[in-house]
């Protein structure tokens, strides 16, 4: 398994407008699954002080090649690109990262 995991911060006055963007992702993932084509989970996660949160985004690929290709259609797809802009007029742009995580070992509780 590789996850892609991205953690950034919303702007105070944008929290409201993140939260409404963030449905519209998932309609796109279930309208239009094509366009997350290799895609085999996503999960997103908050944790707050306040009204100040940090958010953590998880992108679930079978290997490194499926995300590859997913992040190459994702950057040339026009409505991807359309929400990502969005998005990223929401979020303080210095706080956001991407970290590529491999899987080394897996249990589970039966």
Do not use: R
């Amino acid at each position: 398994m590789v996850f892609m995991v991205q953690t950034y911060v919303v702007k105070p006055e944008k929290q409201a407008e993140l939260e409404a963007l963030m449905p519209k992702l998932l309609q796109l993932m279930k309208d239009k699954p094509e366009k997350f084509k290799g895609l085999k989970s996503y999960k997103a996660f908050t944790h707050k002080i306040g009204s100040i949160g940090t958010y953590h985004e998880l992108f679930e690929f079978t290997d490194m090649g499926v995300a590859e290709k997913f992040l190459d259609f994702s950057y040339k797809d026009k409505e991807i690109l359309k929400f990502w802009e969005e998005f990223m007029g929401q979020i303080v742009p210095e706080t956001f990262t991407v970290h590529i995580w491999t899987q080394l070992y897996d249990y589970s509780a039966k």
